[in-house]
């Protein structure tokens, strides 16, 4: 059984779902992002549930969706699951992990 690690940036990306969310409704921001959690809890049991990222494919990323969202993660050697990036669905994910990743 792995174990979910959340990165600093994934966690930030948290944050401001919430905080916009929250410009509506404080109640509805905690138990949507608490859902968002929740999605990714299926890692810990089976880690490779999730799709590889079609337009990263070469970075072995994986991803799982809730709702209009796409949780980015990897898997270490250690067989921990690293949550990577929380990214709407309506961005260019590449683009967006590129410049937080600077990925090349």
């Known amino acids: 059984m792995g174990k979910i690690k959340w990165t600093e940036k994934a966690s930030s990306h ?3 779902i ?3 969310i929250a410009k509506d409704s404080k109640a509805y921001a905690t138990r949507f ?5 929740k999605a ?8 490779e549930c999730g ?3 079609p337009e990263l ?9 809730y709702r209009n969202y796409r949780i980015v993660y990897r898997l270490t050697h250690n067989d921990i699951v690293e949550i990577l990036a929380v990214v709407h669905g309506a961005r260019e994910i590449k683009r967006a992990l590129y410049e937080e990743w600077e990925l090349r």
């Open 57 to 65: 494919e070469g970075y072995g990323f994986r991803e799982v969706i």
């Open 51 to 53: 799709c590889i990222v």
């Open 40 to 47: 990714t809890e299926k890692l810990e049991i089976m880690p």
């Open 18 to 20: 919430h905080d916009y």
């Open 33 to 37: 992002v608490k859902s968002l959690i």
């Open 14 to 16: 948290l944050q401001a």
